[in-house]
């Protein structure tokens, strides 16, 4: 503790706080001569910077900045640390204070300990497993309906997660964003990854599809009997690319590799109907019936 | 269904239901298959049924919805057993007289008969059709004879026969061997010999084993995978039961393309039946031996045909290939040991074991063994799958099956193996069909896709569509993939849109060349060989493209015109009405114009005129 002497300036300094302001100013005073004594709260220093990424506004590393100054204030020799110590309170007048500090319990020799972090591993205390608390997804009781009976079926499968994105985009004719977000906590398979399989797969759809779903043959045989023209057709006529949907949703166009109709090329598919040697002129009225 | 207890009960069931089989019961067989569904055959099915009610004669009659018969051009097809009238187009109309001559008098119907192109004679009985005549169909043979929703049609014929002999009397090595003595290469485009895939397996380490059916047909123009799950899925299954007792493997997946909604009801079924009588499951007729099969299905993505890829997607990954080795029998699915093959593959397997494998090395050319099932198709007349011996010459599958080309038009040139295939052009039409021999010229075997073009197919559009498809499947892991193919794309587009420049084609080999060595997976490796190959027999109509920026078949939309022949248009006013940008402009009776700057080369036009008045040039 601070000696008191009266009415003497006393050559110590305290510093409060050991974040990234209190180190560097203990560096600092420590380089100009000073006995620094750092205080900190919590068992470490380091404070805030130590958990950022990048600090503005030059996007720096963080940890590039903070731990060269960290391994410097624990070596120097006229810098003590005192963590894990609160102040209980103030006296005296500049040049000369009095602090009262409480040092909480360590339970560990500190001159012994090297910091290699082998206890807290080994802590029987915050090891024990609680359920770790599921994100909790907002939907709608239709969806969950919808969705529930499918993770029933499926969950704890090997490989189930195509077979899962299969069925929600048949049940829902989409993959809705909230019942991806569902899945994936249910699942415990990160969002990222269930979008990079959803994105990857041409039937699988993020956005809304339409009712009917013309699936046009661009195979090769199809390609050579003038399937590009049917699609042409289809997409002026309603003005749409592939792969969308019309605004009263009635129809979405998809473009597939191959139905494997090939002997009666130009072929094309509404929703499980094939539909075989389908000319530009004859293709209308085909749709026609689908409302 | 009862489970089979053990292989003497299966021996009795199948003496039982070999012995109901009776020649001489008629039957009418209605081709099920997904392309004769397109055009109503199950629409007939009704028909016939009141048909024979009416007549009382119900119950001596059959009624038999079959697999594909391969014939799809000419579908929907019914033929009447035991005599073996073949009626090819069959409508609602003609239900009435089919029942009436042919199936209660026996006697053909001169009209509905199939006429011969080549010769134009009428052919009355389905042996004799020509397209069917030069075939060898030992895969598909039975797709025309049993219901694939029946499992005991399936035993009737022979079927689960290979199997009960397997798990009785072989050893895993002793049937590995004799698929190796077979000389069974691969049936989906890699051509590696099955025997020793097998064994590589088997001999693998790893505790629990598994193999795949690969049902990923993603080569567009191909569909002889879906023929055969669809008209004969136990065939594939007792395939995969005798691979599964060879590798001692314990699951078996099946990965079926998701475009193919049919092929994958009826393995459902099928699957369904066959652990109903206990083939799949544990203890497998009273043996020690245990297997079972799951289905899988694909989501469009061509890249999972290729066999890392098809593992990932199963396991629920991206389906991004991965490096070999290690191959998937060293480390596969779930880091086991995994032997995949393809459909056609496992369908050949019992009938090895049936016939023997000196039967089955009999047949074919010293390096390709047995027979191959190719969809012929295009610009031919009598498009459907054929199932050829190895080594048969090109032409013969041509002209002798396919009967020739349309129209009087001349034939220019095949394409074999889908993207990853090749042009053969007409010069070579008398080279034997087999592995090394396509390769050699330029092409692969593939899966076993064949498209026909002819003189109006343009070999600078048809590369620009294979690139534009492989563009399009890339998985984009490989830089040389992804970007090669868009910048051979860009240029062909250049060269289509006449803006092609001298050296284009010499760039196009030598990225073509670059992109080959450096792509990780099949697509990569493959993707350049519809452009290679087609420069190598089609210089002269680059050439046209880039110096003379004309398309000599008249395709390419940039460099051709549409044009109505004054002579020629009668002006009834068709192609005024079908103009849907209005482009075309004429009274009635006089001839018609096409302003060329309106004009968007549809071609509706064209299709439409009755009398050939519009002219593309």
């Known amino acids: ?291 | 269904m009862v489970k089979i207890p053990d292989i003497k009960a299966f021996e009795k069931l199948r003496k039982k239901l070999e012995g109901e089989k009776d020649l001489n019961r008629k039957s009418i067989c209605v081709c099920g298959g997904s392309a004769c569904i397109a055009t109503g055959s199950l629409g007939l099915i009704d028909l016939f049924e009141k048909e024979l009610k009416k007549h009382g004669i119900d119950d001596e009659v059959d009624i038999l919805v079959t697999g594909c018969h391969g014939f799809c051009e000419k579908g929907p097809l019914v033929v009447i057993r035991p005599e073996g009238i073949f009626y090819p187009l069959v409508k609602k109309e003609n239900v009435p007289d089919i029942v009436t001559e042919s199936v209660i008098e026996g006697k053909a119907i001169e009209a509905l008969l199939y006429t011969d192109p080549m010769t134009d004679k009428k052919i009355v009985y389905e042996h004799d059709v020509p397209f069917y005549k030069k075939q060898k169909r030992l895969v598909l043979g039975n797709n025309g004879l049993i219901d694939p929703m029946v499992i005991t049609d399936y035993i009737r014929v022979g079927g689960y026969k290979a199997f009960a002999s397997v798990v009785d009397s072989m050893t895993p090595d002793k049937v590995i061997e004799m698929v190796i003595d077979s000389g069974l290469k691969g049936r989906g485009g890699g051509g590696f010999p099955t025997g020793v895939k097998w064994k590589l397996c088997k001999n693998a380490k790893g505790k629990t084993k598994n193999i795949v059916c690969n049902a990923d047909e993603g080569d567009p123009g191909a569909y002889m995978d879906r023929s055969i799950l669809e008209g004969n899925p136990h065939s594939v299954i007792e395939g995969m039961l005798i691979g599964g007792f060879a590798i001692t493997a314990s699951t078996g997946y099946i990965y079926v393309r998701t475009e193919y909604p049919l092929a994958i009801h009826r393995l459902k079924q099928a699957i369904k039946q066959a652990k109903g009588l206990g083939f799949i499951g544990k203890n497998i007729l009273g043996t020690k031996f245990s297997f079972d099969i799951e289905i899988r299905e694909g989501s469009g993505a061509f890249v999972c045909g290729e066999e890392t890829s098809l593992m990932h997607s199963i396991e629920g990954l991206s389906p991004e290939p991965s490096q070999r080795p290690p191959f998937p029998t060293e480390s596969g699915l779930w880091g086991n040991p995994t032997n995949i093959n393809n459909v056609e593959t496992w369908a050949v397997i019992p009938l090895i074991v049936n016939k023997g494998s000196k039967y089955f090395s009999s047949i074919g050319t010293e390096n390709s063994k047995g027979t191959k099932i190719f969809s012929l198709v295009g610009k031919i007349n009598n498009s459907g799958l054929v199932e050829v011996p190895m080594g048969i010459s090109m032409g013969e599958i041509i002209n002798g099956i396919g009967g020739g080309i349309p129209d009087g038009k001349a034939f220019k040139a095949v394409q074999t193996g889908g993207p990853s295939g090749g042009c053969i052009p007409a010069a070579l039409m008398d080279i034997p069909v087999d592995y090394e021999k396509l390769a050699e010229v330029g092409s692969i075997m593939g899966s076993g896709g064949m498209v026909v073009m002819d003189e109006d197919t343009c070999v600078v559009d048809i590369a620009k569509y294979f690139l534009s498809f492989t563009n399009d499947e890339s998985c984009g892991k490989c830089t040389s993939c992804r970007d090669g193919s868009k910048m051979m794309l860009n240029i062909l587009t250049r060269i289509s849109e006449g803006h092609g420049k001298p050296e284009d084609i010499d760039l196009l080999l030598e990225l073509g060349e670059a992109i080959k060595d450096a792509s990780q997976c099949g697509l990569g490796q493959t993707l350049p060989n519809p452009v290679l190959s087609t420069i190598r027999y089609f210089r002269e109509e680059y050439n046209a493209h880039i110096v003379d920026k004309r398309c000599p078949a008249h395709v390419c939309k940039e460099l051709v015109n549409y044009s109505i022949d004054p002579e020629a248009c009668i002006g009834c006013g068709v192609c005024l009405k079908n103009c849907s940008v209005g482009a075309i402009t004429g009274k009635i009776k006089e001839a018609h114009l096409i302003d060329p700057d309106k004009c968007t080369k549809c071609g509706v036009c064209r299709e439409v005129c009755k009398f050939n008045a519009v002219i593309v040039e």
């Open chain 1, 1 to 291: 503790m601070i000696k008191k002497t009266k009415k003497t300036k006393s050559g110590f300094v305290l510093v409060i706080g050991g974040g990234i302001a209190g180190i560097q100013s203990s560096l600092d005073l420590a380089e100009s001569g000073f006995k620094v004594h750092l205080l900190e709260e919590t068992p470490a220093i380091g404070g805030t910077m130590a958990q950022l990424d990048k600090t503005f506004p030059t996007n720096d590393c963080a940890m590039c900045v903070i731990s060269p100054k960290l391994v410097g204030a624990g070596r120097h020799l006229n810098i003590e640390l005192t963590t894990n110590s609160e102040i209980m309170g103030v006296s005296g007048e500049a040049g000369n204070f009095t602090v009262k500090i409480k040092k909480k319990p360590r339970y560990i020799d500190a001159d012994k300990c090297t910091g290699c972090g082998a206890c807290t591993l080994n802590c029987p205390v915050i090891n024990v497993i609680y359920p770790v608390e599921k994100p909790y997804v907002k939907l709608s009781i239709e969806d969950m309906r919808k969705v529930r009976p499918i993770l029933d079926e499926y969950q704890g499968k090997k490989g189930n997660l195509m077979p899962i994105l299969q069925q929600v985009n048949q049940v829902f004719n989409y993959l809705p964003p909230d019942v991806l977000r569902y899945v994936s906590v249910e699942l415990g398979i990160g969002l990222s990854e269930i979008y990079n399989i959803a994105s990857f797969y041409n039937s699988f759809s993020l956005t809304p599809r339409g009712r009917h779903i013309i699936k046009i043959c661009m195979g090769t045989t199809c390609y050579v009997k003038g399937g590009e023209r049917l699609f042409n057709k289809v997409s002026d006529e309603f003005g749409i690319e592939n792969g969308e949907t019309t605004e009263d949703r009635r129809f979405t166009i998809e473009s597939v590799a191959c139905l494997g109709c090939c002997g009666l090329a130009p072929a094309i598919m509404v929703d499980d109907e094939v539909y075989g040697k389908v000319k530009v002129s004859s293709i209308m009225k085909i749709l026609e019936k689908y409302k």
